[in-house]
T-cell receptor, first 118, second 118 residues
Framework: AQKITQTQPGMFVQEKEAVTLDCTYD???????LFWYKQPSSGEMIFLIY??????QNATEGRYSLNFQKARKSANLVISASQLGDSAMYFC???????????????FGRGTQLTVWP | GAGVSQSPRYKVAKRGQDVALRCDPI?????LFWYQQALGQGPEFLTY????????KSGLPSDRFFAERPEGSVSTLKIQRTQQEDSAVYLC????????????????FGPGTRLTVL
């Protein structure tokens, strides 16, 4: 079973509008971390935001916020006031923290290609 | 350095050749990860080092893949007798904390090495 599911292959948003990128995850580990990364066409993977499974509040970093719904196992990324430079591939990832053999490794989804148009 | 660096950025190999990919993690980072990213996919875990110890190599796809980090800093991923299916971007990431410690830590990625096997 996929540990991270991103169901939107592509999303389009107009500049200055907000956009939500969906992510659902699957784990039986009570302790885990959720990440979003941005990958522009140049290829580097840029860290955006992190949410721990025990964090009470949703994470925010500037224009990025993570809508964490633990019961639904979803961790959607919200980008407010989109900019042309936000056009990139976005990956959701998870790290399980209690499983001895898989400690630390990130499980990635297939990504969502976001295009911001003027 | 300020970030994770990888070299070469691009590598073209003829089928059957051996290749070596280098990763320089962020100074002082104890954890180092290698991932493989096929075209249009999310990264897939290959192997994990804690200082010089390779604690998890379960993601290496075959015994043609070998990784080392002899002094706990620079790491090399070696692929012997390359095959066309090895064509991918190889990403290296480092983090400052031990995997599995209470609270996770962000993995910072290098720009990747794009390997093309002809």
């Amino acid at each position: 079973a996929q540990k991270i599911t991103q169901t939107q292959p592509g999303m389009f948003v107009q500049e200055k509008e907000a956009v939500t990128l969906d992510c659902t995850y699957d784990t039986s580990d009570p302790s885990y971390g959720l990440f979003w990364y941005k990958q522009p066409s140049s290829g580097e993977m840029i860290f955006l935001i992190y949410q721990g499974s025990y964090d009470q509040q949703n994470a925010t970093e500037g224009r990025y916020s993570l809508n964490f719904q633990k019961a639904r196992k979803s961790a959607n990324l919200v980008i407010s006031a989109s900019q042309l430079g936000d056009s990139a591939m976005y990956f959701c990832a998870m790290s399980e923290l209690d499983r001895g053999s898989t400690l630390g490794r990130l499980y990635f989804g297939r990504g969502t290609q976001l295009t911001v148009w003027p | 350095g300020a970030g994770v660096s990888q070299s070469p950025r691009y590598k073209v190999a003829k089928r059957g050749q051996d290749v070596a990919l280098r990763c320089d993690p962020i100074s002082g980072h104890v954890s180092l990860f290698w991932y493989q990213q096929a075209l249009g996919q999310g990264p897939e875990f290959l192997t994990y080092f804690q200082n010089e110890a390779q604690l998890d190599k379960s993601g290496l796809p075959s015994d043609r893949f070998f990784a080392e980090r002899p002094e706990g800093s620079v790491s090399t991923l070696k692929i012997q007798r390359t095959q066309q299916e090895d064509s991918a971007v190889y990403l290296c990431a480092s983090s400052s904390r031990l995997a599995g410690g209470r609270g996770t830590d962000t993995q910072y990625f290098g720009p990747g090495t794009r390997l093309t096997v002809l």
